[in-house]
Structures are given as C-alpha cells and as structure tokens.
C-alpha cells in the first residue's frame, strides 16, 4: 500500500491492541418502518467476524444461515455495530437471545430484508497509544491532506486474507481453474504459520489427500468438505458444488477487489485528477464519462464528483480514452477478459465503479498526554477501510489485519 501522505513525517501509534480500541457503528441507509414481516436485530459482537456472528444468532433462532440479511461485513477485530434481519421470527425469540460474543441492542420490525449495501456508511471510534506528543502534529497535518485530496480508496488486507486466499480463489472461479483452486485453498504449505494446518497442507501437496483430510483440524469445515469430496469421488465439475454459494460469492468479490487496488497503484498518486475517459462518479452516485477532463477537474477539486476505478464485470461501465488503456492493462496482467466475469451458477459478476478516493466526515483528532493515547473519530462512507486511514497516518502496512480463527 502506497501514501497519499508520504512526504508528512508518520504519527507512531499502536492500534487494535484490544477490542475495545476499534470500534465500529453501522449507519442504516434508512429508517426502519416497525412494522412487517422481517425483524431486525441491532448486534454488537465482539472480536469475531460477521459471518460468525450471523452463524451463532441463526443457529440459537434455528433459522437457515443462508436467509439472514445483513447490509455489511465488519471487522473480526473490534466491538462493532451492525443490523441483521430475519424474515418469519418473534421478536421476542431474537430479544432473549443470549451468545458469546454477541449482544442484542435493539430490536423492530420492517417490510424488507436487508441486502448487501443497505447502509449509509460507518462510524468509527479508534484509540492509538504509544502515541508521543510530539507527533501528534504529523497526525493533523496528514488529516489536513487527506481532506484536501481523498483518502485512497485502497481495500485493506482483511477483504483478502492472511495468504490472500480469498482474492485467489476467486481468480481461480473466474478462470475456471479448478486445480488451481484446489492448491491454493488446500495446498501451498510453505506459506502456512499453523503447524497443524501446515502439515495437512503438505500432504495435499505430496498427493495424499486421504491423509490431509485426517489432518485437517475440525474446525475447517470448507476444507474439509472440498477433501472429502475428493476422496470419495476425485475432482471434477462438481467438486465445489456443496460450498455456500456465498463463500465463492466472497472470493469473486476478493478477486474483483484486488483487480481495483491495481488499477488504484497504477493511478497513484494521481487519484483526485480527471483523465480524458474517466468515468466519474457525482455525490448522489450517477456516473458520466469525463469527455473534457480541465473542464471537469474544478468539480473534482471541490469533492462534487470523484474519478472511479473498475469492479470488473461483463456488464461494467467502461472508461474511454487514457483510462480505458488503463484499466485494460490491469486486465491483461491477470489474465482476464470481462466476459468471464460472466461465471454462471449463480456467480455471475455484473461489474460496478468505485471512487478512486473517498472522504472522512466528522473528523475529530485528541490526545491525552497523560496516556500517550491518540483518539480518533470519523465517518466513512460504505465500503471504505478505516484502517486505510489509520496506516496513512501511522505510515505503517505491516501489521496482520486479516480476520484471526474465530473460537
């Protein structure tokens, strides 16, 4: 990951060093009507992933994991905030709930379930300590940047995962390269820390896929269903068919996700400048294709509209001119065409645009000397990373963001 905000000196700073030092509130993209068919569930779960989280709350409302709607993932790591809806189920059940790691806040009614992308955006509260005095003027003087030119738009390490497996496997979907698929997901033990997965990881290498799923730790369930379909009829074009569809639902969008980040490298550190075909994007979300960038590039200055990147998909907005050649290099480099994003069997992927930068709100920076802590407070957009953010400040990308096993 680059720097918008290179040239300013970093900030140090410790953060996520306990939950309680990343918090996280969803912002609905509405009001709930209170009434309908669908109870929503206000959840705070703590250090554990969405997908875990919606897993425990289904499984005590012995309600089908895959009907749960929820508006966005949130951070493993953390206390976050976010709304879940369940279609048919008393609110009562769902007030009475009683979890690890997971709390009922609030619950109500609405006429719809919760999709993907219903949310406004987040709030954030995130404390850095170790954090001197004396840099507490880089941490401004990078904040004073950032709103004049965007925060870089990057997706962080956590969408792609520790080896970024989840980014991979879904090049692999998309290429149709099932052995591809199968090494990254159950082999490659060089680049496996857990000993015990390491070693079953090695024996798939070594052809023994009898004893990697002997090896395999019980808690890798989609491992372990991709195994044992291996060994009970070898690979073939139905071996993936017993994995949710929204796991490889994931990885496609892993994969998309890190197609932008290198068309965003590519634009670095240009990403508040119009290019002749740009596809820009305005404040109500309606995109146009940039015929005269100088004449547009007054907008850009002043946020009214933004330069987007690709989410790439067979029915995509394409840029024209300088971008396109861009965007298009990015594509060659993976091997890719934007017809097979058109993957079938549900996982088709129609392709969007994303701003190449977005903006925080409501930016507030303290310190207390006394603890050395830094505190910070923001609002994000959908979709955006606070740790994005976080790092342009710190100037450090080395720290392990990725989502830890959940217990």
């Given at each position: 990951?680059r ?8 900030c ?7 939950n ?11 009001p709930f ?7 929503l569930?206000r959840i705070e779960?703590?250090?554990i992933?969405?997908?875990e989280?919606?897993?425990r709350?289904?499984r005590?409302?012995d309600?089908p994991?895959r ?13 976050t905030r976010?709304w879940?809806s ?10 009475a ?7 009922v806040?609030?619950v109500?009614?609405?006429g719809n379930?919760?999709?993907r992308g219903?949310?406004?955006?987040n ?10 005095p ?7 003087a990078?904040l ?6 965007g925060?870089?738009?990057w997706?962080d390490?956590?969408r792609f995962?520790r080896?970024?497996?989840n980014?991979?496997l879904g ?7 099932l052995a591809g698929y199968?090494?990254v997901l159950l082999?490659?033990?060089e ?7 390491q070693?079953a990881r090695?024996?798939f290498d ?7 799923l002997a090896?395999?730790p ?5 491992e372990?269903?991709?195994?044992k ?5 070898g690979?073939?074009?139905?071996t ?8 490889k639902?994931?990885q496609?969008?892993a ?16 990403i ?7 596809v820009c994007?305005?404040e ?9 960038a100088?004449?547009?590039q007054p907008?850009a200055d002043?946020?009214e509209i ?10 995509m907005l394409?840029a ?6 861009q ?10 065409t934007?017809e097979q994003?058109?993957?079938g069997?549900g996982?088709?992927q129609k ?6 930068r ?20 923001f ?7 606070a740790t994005v953010?976080l790092?342009?400040?710190t100037?450090?990308d080395?720290?392990?963001?990725s ?5």
């Amino acid at each position: 990951m680059r720097f918008l905000s290179a040239a300013v000196p970093p900030c140090r700073g410790v953060f996520k060093s306990i939950n309680d030092d990343f918090r996280v509130d969803e912002i609905p993209l509405y009001p709930f009507s209170g009434s309908g068919t669908h109870t929503l569930v206000r959840i705070e779960k703590s250090g554990i992933s969405t997908f875990e989280a919606l897993r425990r709350v289904a499984r005590a409302l012995d309600f089908p994991e895959r009907d749960v709607g929820f508006a966005g993932m949130k951070d493993s790591r953390g206390i976050t905030r976010q709304w879940l809806s369940l279609e048919h189920v008393a609110p009562e059940r769902v007030q009475a709930l009683d979890l690890p790691r997971v709390r009922v806040l609030e619950v109500t009614r609405h006429g719809n379930k919760l999709k993907r992308g219903h949310l406004a955006g987040n709030r954030f509260e995130v404390l850095l300590r170790d954090t001197p005095p004396e840099d507490v003027p880089h941490a401004r003087a990078t904040l004073e940047l950032l709103a004049r030119r965007g925060v870089p738009n990057w997706y962080d390490a956590q969408r792609f995962g520790r080896r970024q497996e989840n980014a991979r496997l879904g090049l692999a979907l998309l290429k149709d390269d099932l052995a591809g698929y199968l090494r990254v997901l159950l082999g490659e033990a060089e680049s496996e820390r857990d000993p015990a997965l390491q070693a079953a990881r090695k024996a798939f290498d070594d052809g023994d896929t009898a004893q990697a799923l002997a090896l395999w730790p019980q808690r890798g369930n989609l491992e372990r269903t991709v195994l044992k379909e291996l060994v009970d009829r070898g690979p073939g074009p139905n071996t993936l068919k017993k994995l949710p569809q929204k796991v490889k639902l994931f990885q496609l969008s892993a994969a998309q996700s890190l197609l932008f980040n290198r068309a965003l490298d590519r634009r670095f550190p240009a990403i508040d400048r119009i290019l002749p075909g740009d596809v820009c994007q305005k404040e109500n979300g309606a995109c146009f294709v940039a015929e005269d960038a100088a004449a547009e590039q007054p907008r850009a200055d002043a946020f009214e509209i933004s330069p987007t990147g690709p989410i790439f998909g067979y029915k995509m907005l394409p840029a024209g001119s300088e971008a396109a050649a861009q965007e298009q290099a990015v594509l060659a480099e993976a091997g890719l065409t934007l017809e097979q994003f058109d993957v079938g069997r549900g996982l088709s992927q129609k392709g969007d645009r994303r701003d190449y930068r977005f903006r925080a709100m409501d930016v507030q920076c303290e310190h207390d000397a006394g603890q050395n802590v830094l505190s910070l407070r923001f609002t994000l957009p959908k979709g955006c990373y606070a740790t994005v953010l976080l790092k342009e400040i710190t100037k450090q990308d080395t720290g392990d963001l990725s989502f830890p096993e959940d217990d």
